[in-house]
Protein backbone atom coordinates (compact mmCIF):
# COMPACT_ATOMS: atom_id res chain seq x y z
CA UNK A 1 0.00 0.00 0.00
CA UNK A 2 1.28 3.50 -0.99
CA UNK A 3 1.47 5.95 1.90
CA UNK A 4 0.90 9.23 0.72
CA UNK A 5 3.62 11.97 1.42
CA UNK A 6 2.87 14.45 3.96
CA UNK A 7 4.08 17.43 2.06
CA UNK A 8 1.69 19.05 -0.22
CA UNK A 9 4.17 19.44 -3.56
CA UNK A 10 5.03 15.72 -2.93
CA UNK A 11 1.65 14.72 -2.91
CA UNK A 12 0.69 16.48 -6.42
CA UNK A 13 3.69 15.14 -7.78
CA UNK A 14 2.61 11.37 -6.73
CA UNK A 15 -1.12 12.79 -8.84
CA UNK A 16 0.59 13.71 -11.73
CA UNK A 17 2.62 11.20 -11.96
CA UNK A 18 -0.49 8.52 -11.69
CA UNK A 19 -2.04 9.28 -15.43
CA UNK A 20 2.02 8.98 -16.72
CA UNK A 21 0.43 5.92 -18.64
CA UNK A 22 -2.11 7.76 -20.17
CA UNK A 23 -2.60 8.14 -23.88
CA UNK A 24 0.03 11.05 -24.67
CA UNK A 25 -2.53 13.70 -25.19
CA UNK A 26 -4.99 12.40 -22.79
CA UNK A 27 -1.68 12.62 -20.37
CA UNK A 28 -0.94 15.66 -21.12
CA UNK A 29 -4.74 17.48 -20.26
CA UNK A 30 -4.85 15.60 -17.41
CA UNK A 31 -1.30 16.22 -15.77
CA UNK A 32 -1.92 20.15 -16.44
CA UNK A 33 -5.16 19.94 -15.18
CA UNK A 34 -3.71 18.13 -11.83
CA UNK A 35 -0.99 20.71 -11.41
CA UNK A 36 -3.37 23.27 -11.84
CA UNK A 37 -6.00 22.31 -9.54
CA UNK A 38 -3.43 21.25 -6.70
CA UNK A 39 -1.71 24.85 -7.29
CA UNK A 40 -5.26 26.28 -7.01
CA UNK A 41 -5.99 24.57 -3.98
CA UNK A 42 -2.51 25.33 -2.06
CA UNK A 43 -2.52 28.87 -3.29
CA UNK A 44 -5.87 29.95 -1.89
CA UNK A 45 -5.25 27.94 1.03
CA UNK A 46 -9.24 25.95 0.35
CA UNK A 47 -10.96 25.04 3.32
CA UNK A 48 -12.92 21.73 3.95
CA UNK A 49 -16.09 24.13 4.07
CA UNK A 50 -14.83 25.52 0.85
CA UNK A 51 -13.94 22.10 -0.59
CA UNK A 52 -17.85 20.78 0.04
CA UNK A 53 -19.45 23.99 -1.40
CA UNK A 54 -17.55 23.34 -4.44
CA UNK A 55 -18.54 19.76 -4.50
CA UNK A 56 -22.09 20.90 -3.78
CA UNK A 57 -22.11 23.34 -6.57
CA UNK A 58 -21.24 21.14 -9.02
CA UNK A 59 -23.89 18.59 -7.99
CA UNK A 60 -26.27 21.02 -8.29
CA UNK A 61 -25.70 21.72 -11.59
CA UNK A 62 -25.51 17.80 -12.54
CA UNK A 63 -28.86 17.94 -11.37
CA UNK A 64 -30.55 20.50 -13.22
CA UNK A 65 -28.73 19.71 -16.41
CA UNK A 66 -31.05 17.39 -18.85
CA UNK A 67 -32.01 16.90 -22.64
CA UNK A 68 -33.25 20.70 -23.02
CA UNK A 69 -30.52 22.62 -20.24
CA UNK A 70 -27.09 22.60 -20.09
CA UNK A 71 -25.15 24.03 -16.49
CA UNK A 72 -21.91 23.00 -17.82
CA UNK A 73 -21.81 24.67 -20.65
CA UNK A 74 -23.64 27.83 -18.77
CA UNK A 75 -20.93 27.88 -16.40
CA UNK A 76 -18.24 27.17 -19.27
CA UNK A 77 -19.59 30.29 -20.83
CA UNK A 78 -19.85 32.61 -17.92
CA UNK A 79 -16.51 31.66 -16.58
CA UNK A 80 -15.16 32.39 -20.07
CA UNK A 81 -13.98 29.16 -20.72
CA UNK A 82 -16.11 28.92 -23.87
CA UNK A 83 -14.73 32.33 -25.03
CA UNK A 84 -11.15 30.77 -24.76
CA UNK A 85 -11.35 27.60 -26.45
CA UNK A 86 -13.29 29.28 -29.05
CA UNK A 87 -10.06 31.81 -29.73
CA UNK A 88 -7.89 28.76 -29.35
CA UNK A 89 -9.84 26.91 -32.08
CA UNK A 90 -10.72 29.73 -34.32
CA UNK A 91 -9.86 29.43 -38.40
CA UNK A 92 -6.02 31.24 -38.61
CA UNK A 93 -7.69 33.11 -42.06
CA UNK A 94 -8.78 36.58 -40.98
CA UNK A 95 -11.03 36.05 -43.86
CA UNK A 96 -12.99 33.57 -42.32
CA UNK A 97 -16.31 35.14 -40.34
CA UNK A 98 -15.73 35.08 -36.51
CA UNK A 99 -17.04 32.46 -34.45
CA UNK A 100 -18.87 32.39 -30.61
CA UNK A 101 -20.10 30.71 -28.11
CA UNK A 102 -22.20 28.06 -28.89
CA UNK A 103 -24.34 28.54 -26.18
CA UNK A 104 -26.93 26.06 -24.19
CA UNK A 105 -29.78 26.08 -26.26
CA UNK A 106 -28.99 24.34 -29.36
CA UNK A 107 -31.43 21.66 -30.70
CA UNK A 108 -30.11 19.13 -33.36
CA UNK A 109 -33.57 18.01 -34.55
CA UNK A 110 -35.05 21.13 -35.95
CA UNK A 111 -37.20 22.20 -38.63
CA UNK A 112 -36.01 21.98 -42.53
CA UNK A 113 -37.35 25.60 -44.05
CA UNK A 114 -37.11 26.41 -47.76
CA UNK A 115 -35.14 29.58 -48.67
CA UNK A 116 -36.98 32.76 -47.52
CA UNK A 117 -39.49 30.86 -45.51
CA UNK A 118 -40.56 32.01 -41.73
CA UNK A 119 -39.10 30.08 -38.64
CA UNK A 120 -40.71 32.22 -36.14
CA UNK A 121 -43.72 29.27 -36.03
CA UNK A 122 -46.15 32.30 -34.74
CA UNK A 123 -43.52 32.97 -31.26
CA UNK A 124 -44.37 36.78 -30.60
CA UNK A 125 -41.59 39.35 -31.73
CA UNK A 126 -41.16 41.80 -34.44
CA UNK A 127 -40.49 40.34 -37.38
CA UNK A 128 -37.34 40.21 -39.54
CA UNK A 129 -35.82 39.28 -42.80
CA UNK A 130 -32.20 37.94 -42.65
CA UNK A 131 -30.45 37.04 -45.88
CA UNK A 132 -26.43 36.99 -47.22
CA UNK A 133 -24.50 34.50 -48.81
CA UNK A 134 -22.37 31.37 -47.51
CA UNK A 135 -18.94 31.66 -49.41
CA UNK A 136 -15.27 30.40 -49.05
CA UNK A 137 -12.86 32.75 -48.18
CA UNK A 138 -11.95 33.82 -51.47
CA UNK A 139 -15.49 34.42 -52.18
CA UNK A 140 -16.59 31.70 -53.93
CA UNK A 141 -20.47 30.97 -53.26
CA UNK A 142 -20.67 27.81 -51.45
CA UNK A 143 -23.93 25.71 -52.60
CA UNK A 144 -25.97 23.02 -50.03
CA UNK A 145 -24.16 24.82 -47.08
CA UNK A 146 -26.60 23.95 -44.38
CA UNK A 147 -27.58 27.03 -42.17
CA UNK A 148 -28.77 26.05 -38.34
CA UNK A 149 -30.51 29.55 -36.78
CA UNK A 150 -32.01 29.57 -33.39
CA UNK A 151 -32.90 32.82 -30.79
CA UNK A 152 -34.92 33.49 -28.13
CA UNK A 153 -38.87 35.12 -29.09
CA UNK A 154 -39.65 38.69 -28.66
CA UNK A 155 -40.04 37.57 -24.85
CA UNK A 156 -36.38 36.68 -24.62
CA UNK A 157 -37.30 33.16 -23.93
CA UNK A 158 -36.10 30.29 -26.20
CA UNK A 159 -38.27 28.09 -27.06
CA UNK A 160 -36.93 24.92 -24.81
CA UNK A 161 -37.39 27.26 -21.81
CA UNK A 162 -41.56 26.72 -22.39
CA UNK A 163 -41.60 22.84 -21.28
CA UNK A 164 -43.83 22.14 -24.08
CA UNK A 165 -43.48 20.07 -27.29
CA UNK A 166 -43.02 23.89 -29.34
CA UNK A 167 -40.34 24.52 -31.74
CA UNK A 168 -40.36 28.34 -32.66
CA UNK A 169 -37.93 30.65 -33.95
CA UNK A 170 -35.65 27.75 -35.01
CA UNK A 171 -34.98 26.00 -37.84
CA UNK A 172 -32.05 24.92 -40.85
CA UNK A 173 -31.89 25.82 -44.43
CA UNK A 174 -29.62 24.85 -47.12
CA UNK A 175 -28.26 27.20 -49.41
CA UNK A 176 -28.90 27.89 -53.19
CA UNK A 177 -26.50 27.92 -55.53
CA UNK A 178 -25.44 30.99 -55.33
CA UNK A 179 -24.30 30.01 -51.69
CA UNK A 180 -27.38 32.24 -50.46
CA UNK A 181 -29.42 31.88 -47.81
CA UNK A 182 -32.29 33.96 -46.33
CA UNK A 183 -34.88 33.46 -43.90
CA UNK A 184 -37.58 35.10 -41.98
CA UNK A 185 -37.59 35.48 -38.67
CA UNK A 186 -37.81 37.85 -35.38
CA UNK A 187 -35.78 41.16 -34.19
CA UNK A 188 -33.71 39.33 -31.51
CA UNK A 189 -34.16 40.56 -27.83
CA UNK A 190 -31.68 41.27 -24.92
CA UNK A 191 -32.61 38.50 -22.05
CA UNK A 192 -31.19 37.06 -19.41
CA UNK A 193 -29.29 33.58 -19.11
CA UNK A 194 -30.96 31.76 -16.82
CA UNK A 195 -30.94 32.54 -13.42
CA UNK A 196 -32.36 30.13 -11.25
CA UNK A 197 -29.64 27.52 -10.91
CA UNK A 198 -26.04 27.33 -9.43
CA UNK A 199 -24.54 29.62 -12.18
CA UNK A 200 -27.21 32.14 -11.38
CA UNK A 201 -26.09 32.03 -7.58
CA UNK A 202 -22.49 32.33 -8.93
CA UNK A 203 -23.10 35.72 -10.82
CA UNK A 204 -25.19 37.23 -8.12
CA UNK A 205 -22.37 35.92 -4.90
CA UNK A 206 -20.17 37.49 -7.71
CA UNK A 207 -22.41 41.48 -8.41
CA UNK A 208 -22.26 40.16 -12.14
CA UNK A 209 -25.28 41.04 -14.90
CA UNK A 210 -26.87 37.48 -16.49
CA UNK A 211 -27.70 40.23 -19.34
CA UNK A 212 -27.16 38.44 -22.80
CA UNK A 213 -27.34 41.13 -25.80
CA UNK A 214 -29.93 40.68 -28.28
CA UNK A 215 -28.54 38.00 -31.00
CA UNK A 216 -29.40 35.40 -33.81
CA UNK A 217 -27.29 32.50 -33.39
CA UNK A 218 -26.11 30.69 -36.50
CA UNK A 219 -23.90 27.46 -38.04
CA UNK A 220 -23.12 26.70 -40.87
CA UNK A 221 -21.74 23.29 -42.03
CA UNK A 222 -20.65 22.60 -45.42
CA UNK A 223 -18.33 19.77 -46.68
CA UNK A 224 -14.32 20.70 -47.27
CA UNK A 225 -15.18 23.56 -44.63
CA UNK A 226 -14.91 24.20 -40.81
CA UNK A 227 -17.85 24.31 -38.78
CA UNK A 228 -18.98 28.45 -38.05
CA UNK A 229 -20.47 28.72 -35.22
CA UNK A 230 -21.35 32.29 -34.69
CA UNK A 231 -24.04 35.54 -33.98
CA UNK A 232 -25.03 38.15 -35.29
CA UNK A 233 -25.82 41.15 -32.75
CA UNK A 234 -28.16 44.02 -32.59
CA UNK A 235 -25.71 47.12 -32.55
CA UNK A 236 -28.67 49.22 -30.84
CA UNK A 237 -28.25 46.85 -27.95
CA UNK A 238 -27.32 48.23 -24.25
CA UNK A 239 -25.79 45.19 -23.43
CA UNK A 240 -23.24 44.96 -26.38
CA UNK A 241 -20.57 45.90 -23.57
CA UNK A 242 -21.22 43.43 -20.84
CA UNK A 243 -21.99 40.31 -22.49
CA UNK A 244 -22.60 37.79 -19.36
CA UNK A 245 -20.44 34.97 -21.79
CA UNK A 246 -18.35 37.62 -23.30
CA UNK A 247 -19.23 36.64 -26.45
CA UNK A 248 -19.32 39.55 -28.96
CA UNK A 249 -16.99 40.42 -31.35
CA UNK A 250 -16.94 43.97 -33.35
CA UNK A 251 -17.25 42.01 -36.37
CA UNK A 252 -20.43 40.04 -35.68
CA UNK A 253 -22.14 43.51 -34.60
CA UNK A 254 -24.87 44.13 -37.48
CA UNK A 255 -27.30 46.90 -37.92
CA UNK A 256 -31.23 45.57 -38.13
CA UNK A 257 -32.48 48.54 -40.21
CA UNK A 258 -35.99 49.30 -39.65
CA UNK A 259 -38.60 49.38 -42.69
CA UNK A 260 -41.97 50.81 -43.48
CA UNK A 261 -45.25 48.75 -43.32
CA UNK A 262 -45.39 47.16 -46.79
CA UNK A 263 -44.81 44.58 -48.75
CA UNK A 264 -41.66 42.63 -47.48
CA UNK A 265 -39.65 39.75 -49.29
CA UNK A 266 -41.08 37.35 -50.95
CA UNK A 267 -44.35 39.24 -51.06
CA UNK A 268 -45.14 39.04 -47.42
CA UNK A 269 -47.38 42.07 -46.07
CA UNK A 270 -46.52 43.93 -43.03
CA UNK A 271 -49.05 46.12 -41.23
CA UNK A 272 -46.29 47.06 -38.74
CA UNK A 273 -42.68 48.22 -38.51
CA UNK A 274 -40.34 44.90 -39.76
CA UNK A 275 -36.16 44.40 -39.55
CA UNK A 276 -33.89 43.15 -42.23
CA UNK A 277 -30.11 42.65 -41.54
CA UNK A 278 -27.58 41.17 -44.42
CA UNK A 279 -24.78 39.54 -43.19
CA UNK A 280 -22.46 37.46 -45.46
CA UNK A 281 -20.42 34.41 -43.85
CA UNK A 282 -17.32 33.41 -44.89
CA UNK A 283 -16.12 29.72 -43.76
CA UNK A 284 -12.74 28.42 -43.57
CA UNK A 285 -10.79 25.70 -45.47
CA UNK A 286 -10.95 22.16 -43.46
Known sequence: MTVHPMTSEALSDEVVASVGNAPARTREVLQALLR??????????????????????????????????????????????????????????????????FGPFFVEKTPHVGLGDDIAAGAPGEPCWIDGTVTDVHGAPIAGARVDIWETDGDGVY???????????????????????????????AYSIPADGPVGDLLSATGRRTMRPAHVHLRVTADGYRQLVT????????????????????????????????????????????????????????
Do not use: C
Not at 163 to 172: F, L, N, W
Not at 246 to 257: A, P, Q, R, T
Open 36 to 101: HLHAFAAEVNLTTAEWEAGIDFLTRAGHITDDERQEFILLSDVLGLSMQVVGLNAAEDPRATESTV
Open 231 to 286: HVFDRTDPYIAEDAVFGVKESLIVDFEPQSPGTGPGGRELDSTWYRVSYDLVLADA
Open 159 to 189: DVQYGDSRTAARGYLVTGDDGRYAFWSLRPV
